[in-house]
């Protein structure tokens, strides 16, 4: 009996420890509107490096906001079109009236390199070759910006003296599926990365979200440029660990970059996130096993104990699933949605470990990594 009262404990546990212990994640502190930086005297240059392959559905709004950026500095745009077959290219180009956009051809990937960051170092490799900007600005093709994004991203760095600044874009939040899993799915990742960690330059945590990423091109040269993380899954928490071992990097929430992509139905969140879950794993069946295993007590055991169990057992399972509630608030009203979706939560992370089980499924069939089309998970390690 002391043994069951135990194990009815443990998620409790867990979430206490979760909550007080592990950066304060769940709190919405890192924003890039709060604690602003003064804006530099003098202005460095920058390129932006744009990826893109088939997304002529999105790319005239990302390229339009980018040659809409009012920063005073140089800056010019880049567009590496990765095997486009939907005209993504020519829709890019037909906005170009300012001469500030170069969009190119991307050659067929080599070996060893995922399609994504093949492309970047493309657009990376043009981008210096004559005047090397002193900054690159990495963002995806799915990816629109405020008008003024480019300033305060420049005036972070510059103020902060940081090798990388980040912005993790807000994602589309209207339909069904995406309120249910797309606050969760920022929330899951800020546990993962808790972002005071990766900013506290003492810490061993690092990462960086791909959508919107300010890097000091010098930096990124004396760690090796693109081709260190040439085959990462996780390419933006890769080059996250590659700048912050460069210098000081910052990572936050904000509203000044947001994606143009919508998720339809949660067959499309489940190929988002498997496409690198099991990666995040290491490819590891064990830490799989052992990541379900937790999922199940934080998540499955205590709605189920708090509706069916009984004493100090169904207690301490109410108090787990009220804390797991509480902690989703902060990320609730940064989207906008109701906090009754804060009870909702475990039937979400139930969701999140099935994907994840997909994701190692998939990994197995030799179709991990599926971006596009491609396969580009390694063999596993």
Request: proline share 6%; hydrophobic share 50%.
């Amino acid at each position: 009996m002391i043994g069951l009262v135990a194990f009815g404990l443990l998620p409790l546990a867990i979430w206490l420890f979760l909550l007080a212990a592990r950066g304060l994640y769940w709190l919405t502190r890192e924003r890039d509107d709060r604690h602003e930086p003064p804006e530099p005297t003098i202005w460095p240059s920058v390129i932006a490096v744009v990826p893109a392959r088939n997304e002529g559905d999105v790319i005239a709004r990302s390229i339009g906001s980018l040659l809409g950026q009012d920063y005073p500095g140089s800056f010019r745009a880049i567009l590496v079109d990765d095997e486009s077959e939907d005209g993504t290219a020519e829709i890019a180009r037909a906005l170009d009236a300012s001469g500030r956009l170069t969009v190119i051809s991307g050659t067929k990937r080599p070996a060893g390199w995922t399609g994504k960051l093949w492309a970047v170092s493309q657009g990376i490799a043009l981008a210096i070759r004559d005047e090397p900007p002193e900054y690159l600005w990495l963002t995806d093709a799915d990816i629109a910006h405020a008008p003024d994004n480019l300033r305060h991203l420049v005036a972070r760095a510059e103020h902060g003296k940081l090798v990388l600044v980040s912005l993790m874009a807000k994602l589309m939040c209207v339909n069904l599926a995406e309120r249910f899993f797309v606050p969760a799915f920022v929330y899951f990742f800020r546990m993962l990365y808790p972002f005071s960690w990766s900013n506290n330059p003492k810490a061993k945590t690092a990462a960086a979200a791909g959508g919107c990423m300010l890097v000091g091109r010098a930096a990124l040269e004396a760690g090796g440029g693109i081709a260190a993380i040439k085959s990462a899954i996780i390419d933006d928490c890769a080059l996250g660990r590659l700048m912050k071992a460069q210098g000081p990097t910052w990572i936050g929430l904000t509203n000044r970059a947001f994606s143009t992509r919508p998720y339809a139905d949660m067959g499309e969140v489940r190929r988002m996130v498997a496409r690198s879950a099991y990666a995040q794993l290491d490819y590891s069946p064990f830490i799989l096993a052992g990541t379900l295993i937790g999922l199940c007590l934080m998540f499955v055991f205590p709605p189920l104990a708090a509706i069916f169990g009984s004493g100090a057992i169904r207690v301490a399972a109410g108090a787990a699933w009220c804390l797991t509630a509480i902690s989703f608030q902060p990320m609730l009203r940064f989207y906008g949605r109701s906090p009754l979706w804060g009870f909702a939560l475990p039937l979400t992370g139930i969701a999140y470990a099935v994907f994840t089980l997909d994701s190692a499924i998939q990994h197995w069939r030799g179709k991990g990594g599926m971006w596009k089309g491609r396969a580009q998970a390694m063999a596993e390690r």
